[in-house]
């Protein structure tokens, strides 16, 4: 056989094994419910109907299909699960741990950061930032939550009508993953025009407008688009303050070891550490970590650690400004500890806030941060009641519709954090509440995100009464990367004082 009729083969069995691949996605796909799809465009007209709302998309289809289907958007097959059994399938496991396609739209902003890598990388990286989210690390932590805490409390505080708390909140909690990621103060809440502060909400808000129309997904297009020019001039500016953020660090580093100079341990002081400092400690003993890898670690953090912790406080501050028998059995928990001392809270203070706990999780179960996650299968992967995930497919898991689900959370409609307590637990399934996702792939920042949820509710109720703007009110809420409420959060806040 010559060259040319070997290559000819080869062809025509890649082009083969490929139709067999793609036989085998379809036909096992094929038993899996879903909308009725149309050819090539699949069901990109009922994403249309809803106005690229997934959160509405995902809800009407989960009410007519139950907790398995699949969707097609053009060619691509997503399939969407709310069975704890088939989360705990999937989740757990040490193998399926690619994240989606769609995750790829990140890469120019946090590159292949512990969100998005997979693989080698995404193990190898898992590894060596464990540590750095341990107890003792985040401790060092609760001084930057009680000072921001205190500036966001005052900053509503001044408030005179009803005020969107999630857009203060969100300065909040961008000034504390500054300071705990990088090690830099950016006083967004004194200074909401600084050009970091609005560079950040700049990527954000066309990274989200990207999400949302699948045409902006081709890059031709989206680097045209406007929201793409904003976005990548956003992303630039943001990059410069990593990269800048980094380098003055080595520099100061290296002219301490030069100059032997003592450093604040040396001299028996306590320094707080960023994440940044832990990844260029292990970078100086040996890790494999290049300045690129060092700021993808950082600006994942940056992404991930302040718009979901900011998206669950604003809903957090809404439930109990709407429950105020939530809201004083959380003053008298903060009376318990504090009695009418407005002394700052401590780690030990604020793992004793059980109460406060369970409101946070009880608001997470309603109102997750990110209400949809999704890998993509490279093996088969066998589910509950004979359902097989196909290589190939995109699966996504609905933390919304979970926690809406009556089979798991008899009236699903109530605000009622003592659902968490042990006796009222028996029986529930631990895949039924997975807002910060669960497995080898959960959110590593779910510690810190605790404490800093807490940290700032409990400075909240302490200082500040809050109340809803009008009888009833409930913000809407639409599923974006981050669930959010895109006309704001509104509330009254008037002052508080504890009684002794
Ligand atoms: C209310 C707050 C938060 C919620 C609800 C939340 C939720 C989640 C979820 C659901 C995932 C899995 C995403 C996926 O599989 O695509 C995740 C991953 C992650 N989160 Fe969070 N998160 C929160 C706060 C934070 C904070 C404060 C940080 C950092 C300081 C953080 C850092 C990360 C990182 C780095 C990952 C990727 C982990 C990996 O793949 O190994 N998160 N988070």
Redesign the pocket.
Same mark, same amino acid.
């Given at each position: 056989m010559d060259a040319f009729m070997l290559a000819v083969v080869l062809v025509a069995l890649a082009i083969f094994a490929r139709y067999l691949k793609r036989k085998h996605l379809v036909e096992t796909l094929d038993r899996i419910p879903g909308p009725p799809g149309y050819p090539v465009i699949g069901n990109t007209m009922d994403l249309v109907h809803f106005k690229f709302n997934l959160t509405n998309a995902v809800a009407s289809w989960t009410a007519q299909y139950g907790d398995i289907f699949k969707i097609w958007l053009g060619n691509v097959p997503f399939v969407i699960l709310t069975k704890p059994e088939d989360l705990e399938i999937l989740l757990s496991s040490n193998k399926h741990i690619e994240?989606a396609e769609l995750?790829a739209l990140l890469h120019p902003w946090i590159g292949e950061?512990?969100?998005t890598s997979t693989g080698k990388k995404?193990h190898t990286r898992?590894k060596l930032l464990t540590p750095t989210f341990h107890f003792r690390i985040l401790d060092q932590f609760v001084e930057v939550f009680n000072r921001c805490g205190e500036l966001f409390v005052k900053k509503l505080l001044e408030q005179k009508e009803a005020v969107n708390v999630h857009e203060l909140i969100t300065l909040c909690t961008l000034d504390i993953?500054c300071e !705990? +990621?990088m090690g830099t103060k950016v006083e967004a809440q004194n200074d909401a025009t600084s050009s970091y502060v609005t560079a950040v909400h700049k990527a954000l808000i066309s990274f989200h407008q990207r999400t949302m129309k699948p045409w902006l997904h081709l890059n031709a297009i989206w680097n045209m688009s406007s929201d793409g020019k904003n976005f990548n001039s956003a992303v630039t500016e943001l990059h410069k303050y990593t990269n800048d953020v980094i380098s003055s660090r080595r520099k100061e580093r290296e002219s301490r070891r030069k100059d032997s100079l003592k450093t604040d341990q040396d001299l028996g002081l306590k320094k707080r550490e960023a994440f940044l400092d832990q990844l260029l400690d292990a970078s100086d003993s040996g890790a494999d970590l290049t300045d690129t890898d060092i700021r993808e670690e950082v600006d !994942?953090?940056m992404f *991930?650690?302040?718009d !979901? !912790?900011a998206a669950?406080l604003s809903f957090i501050m809404y439930n109990v400004a709407a429950h105020p028998e939530v809201q004083q059995r959380l003053r008298e928990e903060m009376f318990d500890l504090f009695g009418d001392s407005d002394r700052q809270a401590t780690v030990q203070d604020i793992q004793n806030m059980k109460y406060a706990e369970r409101v946070v999780k009880e608001s997470?179960r309603l109102y997750?941060?990110?209400p949809l @996650? +999704? &890998?993509k299968m490279r093996e088969d992967l066998p589910l509950t009641d004979g359902y097989v995930l196909p290589a190939g497919t995109n699966v996504t898991v609905s $933390?919304l519709q979970m926690g809406s689900n009556p089979k798991h959370w008899p009236e699903p409609e109530k605000f009622d954090p003592d659902r968490y307590l042990t006796e009222n637990s028996s029986g529930r399934h631990p895949y039924a509440y997975?807002?910060?996702?669960a497995g080898p &792939?959960? $959110?590593?920042?779910?510690k @810190? +995100?605790m404490m *800093?949820?807490k940290s700032a509710l409990s400075k909240i109720v302490r200082s500040c009464d809050l109340s809803l703007p009008s009888p009833g009110y409930k913000p809407r809420i639409e599923g974006q990367v981050i669930l959010r409420a895109p006309e704001g959060v509104f509330l009254k806040v008037a002052p508080y004082r504890a009684k002794a």
């Open positions: 994240k995750y950061g512990l969100l995404w898992r993953i !705990t +990621a !994942t953090f *991930e650690g302040h !979901t !912790t669950a997470l997750p941060s990110v @996650f +999704a &890998r $933390c997975v807002p910060f996702s &792939r959960n $959110c590593i920042g779910q @810190f +995100a *800093e949820m």
